[in-house]
């Protein structure tokens, strides 16, 4: 059944819901999952993106989401000035990509501590979006619930450690997506809960053996912070 978000589409400053509002949740995201404030962004567009963006207000989008702007915001469509008084650095260019969705970017950003995020987005209709990658591992998830992005060790007990603590303070886990480079490596659990995770309980999950960071999204309040 298709909610009125779905109908209506989403509140926003722009000509496309696609190009521009989605646009601008996938730039929120990334600057979300970076953890800090963005001081450049180097910005690969593929497919539709690449060949309507620019007349569609895309790349403004993309900025105003790293800027942390929201698809209403009316200050969007000057996007390059903001992003310029702010001092944050930023490129253009357009890249194919096998088998992806045709409004789909590529961005590489720094945060102002010298963090770096590598992610790859798209943008899925009515200004909803899909996160695909990060930092080379494949992803699948789009802030529809609320969000556990945690970086950790590949090794025996992580999991269940996380899983047990979420479980004693009766938070339900919706779905768990499990990612590494290679075994004993580098890997991602992504996980998305049906209730609100408290600060502190994302704060104890920091502190466990092998926990690499761990970035939160709560959707109710559309806001996001990292631990």
Do not use: C
């Not at 938070?171 to 659990?189: D, Q, T, V, Y």
Request: proline share 2%; net charge negative.
């Amino acid at each position: 059944m298709a909610d009125i978000f779905d109908i209506l589409g989403p509140i926003m400053v722009g000509p496309s819901s696609s190009h521009t509002a989605g646009a601008v949740r996938i730039g929120s995201m990334a600057r979300t999952l970076l953890g800090e404030r963005v001081v450049s962004a180097d910005i690969l567009l593929h497919g539709s993106f690449a060949d309507t963006g620019h007349g569609h207000g895309t790349d403004r989008a993309l900025l105003a989401g790293l800027l942390g702007m929201d698809p209403a915001d009316l200050r969007i469509p000057n996007a390059f000035e903001e992003a310029d008084k702010v001092g944050l650095k930023y490129t253009f260019g357009e890249i194919e990509l096998m088998d992806a969705h045709p409004n789909s970017v590529v961005m590489d950003i720094v945060g102002e501590s010298g963090l770096r995020l590598s992610i790859r987005a798209s943008s899925i209709g009515g200004g909803r979006i899909m996160v695909n990658e990060l930092d080379g591992i494949e992803v699948a998830f789009d802030g529809s619930f609320n969000t556990l992005v945690i970086h950790h060790v590949d090794e025996f007990g992580t999991i269940a450690e996380v899983s047990r603590l979420l479980s004693n303070y009766r938070i339900n886990i919706a779905n768990m997506r499990l990612s590494r480079h290679r075994r004993g490596g580098e890997a991602l659990m992504i996980i998305e809960t049906d209730q609100t995770v408290e600060r502190k309980i994302i704060d104890w999950i920091r502190e466990f053996h092998g926990i690499a960071k761990v970035t939160y999204y709560d959707k109710n309040k559309e806001a996001e912070y990292e631990a």
